[in-house]
């Protein structure tokens, strides 16, 4: 009897044991992060049945010593997607548009549309990443690195569509694309009238009282701003333009915490069946274990599933995500671009391990392009080279030295990359007018320095 009521209990209490995460446990994580230097500040929030609490640890910037907190704003990078995602639901649910409605529609009649053996493009192929656009527009041209999309218009952006080829049928394939879910948002708005912001402020965001996420800094947001950083380097404040959708919301952890309780059901709205609707309907994507609702990732990989999504931008870093079974949420937010990620995956479920080593950052694909291409050795004229793993937003640079195979580079900052399959440093130097120049490559081997010019 004795052991029947043990293992009843162990399986009872499973999911408490597993998912727990002692006061102790996350102090020490936020302190390991910020005393190393990998970034100024962090903020988690954890929420439960008994309310969220919030530990935070740090400075809003190197340079200022006033602590971080749970009110501080952030960017909020492509969390923004969930929010485009969640208003094509509810103007679905309104009426104002149907799912299989053609993009054509809604976009100016001189704007000349893709297709594909006749097929056309729809809000819904944008809204689940199947339209068959790449990660970013091909006429996209980053004119200020630590500002990428500053500069892009929407006569950039119809100049694209105009001159875009689909290289399949739009909804056979997925690729995650700022492209899809930043035009869908634009079409939002314009279907609307309204600018987008002031459309997700109305439908979704009020509802929630989440009153600090906006697109455009008030005043007040703008004193609580947590200053942006690659590790202990001050970085410009990001401003999106035309693709707001993808990218342009501010927020902060307190805000965030409210959406992830009313999406746990803790907070009561009228859209909670909307809230619902974004993870009933899934999608497989091309990642194992991993399946894409309403702009959610729902991994399936370790049980029970996960729900959960990541903002970067060029000195921010969000996680934000949920466990349905356990009814368990988090935020981690910090204002480096230091990779957090596997933090939040870990308080929600242990099996999801912590990373040892905190070197990597995260930079966006847009900032990585400059870096492409053939490199000669300045002493002895060999060769190397640099390729573009193309995967969205997990694309990475690739180095091709001599007889060996291509090497995946990893991101400390947006200039320095190590190898984890051997022990090398690469450090870039810019033009000190035009950060998109590569002036020189310095690769550091076994105590050896190699220099290389880009050919």
């Known amino acids: 009897m004795n052991i029947l009521k043990k293992i009843f209990l162990s399986c009872l209490l499973a999911p408490v044991l597993s998912f727990a995460m002692t ?25 439960d049945e008994s309310g969220t609490k919030f530990y935070k640890y740090g400075t809003m910037a190197i340079d200022d010593p006033t602590p971080i907190d749970e009110n501080a704003v952030f960017e909020t990078g492509s969390i923004t997607k969930i929010f ?47 339209a068959g656009f790449d990660y970013m527009p091909d006429n996209f041209i980053m004119k200020d690195m ?38 869908l948002g634009y079409i939002l708005s314009l279907i ?18 989440m009153d600090s996420t906006k697109v455009n800094l008030t005043d007040d947001m703008k004193n609580r701003f947590a200053t942006a950083h690659i590790r202990d380097k001050k970085v410009p404040h990001w401003g999106v333009e035309v693709f707001e959708g993808c990218g342009a919301f501010h927020s902060t952890p307190k805000d965030l915490a409210r959406f992830i309780e009313a999406n746990l059901g803790f907070c009561k709205t009228d ?49 934000i995500g949920f466990c349905p079974e356990t009814k368990k ?38 900032m990585l392009d400059k870096y492409i291409g053939d490199y000669q050795n300045i002493d002895d004229g060999s060769k190397c080279s640099i390729h573009l793993k193309s995967q969205g937003y997990l694309s990475m640079l690739m180095l091709k030295w001599g007889y060996y195979p291509q090497i995946p580079m990893y991101p400390s900052t947006e200039k320095d990359f190590f190898l984890k399959a051997k022990p090398v440093e690469i450090n ?15 690769v550091k081997y076994n105590g050896t320095i190699y220099k290389f010019k880009k050919i």
């Open 23 to 47: 006061d102790i446990e996350i102090e020490d994580i936020m302190k390991e992060c910020v005393d190393a230097g990998h970034t100024p500040g962090m903020v988690i929030g954890i929420i």
């Open 84 to 130: 485009t995602s969640l208003l094509f639901t509810e103007m679905i649910k309104n009426g104002d548009v149907k799912f299989d409605d053609p993009i054509e529609m809604y976009l100016p009649k001189n704007v000349k549309l893709p297709e594909y053996n006749g097929k056309k493009i729809t809000l819904g192929h944008l809204a689940t990443h199947r």
């Open 146 to 183: 630590y500002n990428p999309f500053c500069g892009y218009s929407v006569e950039c952006l119809y100049d694209f569509l105009s001159n875009y080829k689909l290289p399949y049928e739009p909804g056979t394939q997925y690729c995650y694309s700022n492209v899809c879910v930043g035009l």
């Open 192 to 209: 609307t009238n309204q600018e987008f912001e002031d459309l997700v402020l109305d439908r979704l965001l009020g509802p929630m009282n």
């Open 271 to 319: 859209i909670y069946p909307i809230l619902q609707d974004a993870i009933k309907t899934r999608l497989p994507q091309e990642l194992p274990y991993l399946d894409v609702g309403h702009e959610w990732n729902i991994s399936y990989q370790y049980k029970p599933e996960i729900v959960y999504h990541g903002g970067a931008t060029g000195g921010h870093q969000l996680f």
């Open 329 to 366: 949420g988090v935020v981690v937010c910090s204002n480096s671009c230091a990779f957090i990620y596997d933090i939040g995956k870990n308080i929600l479920n242990k099996k999801w391990y912590l990373k040892k080593f905190r070197q990597q950052a995260i930079i966006v694909p847009m």
């Open 428 to 442: 870039f130097d810019l033009n000190e007018e035009n950060d998109n120049i590569v002036e020189l490559m310095t």
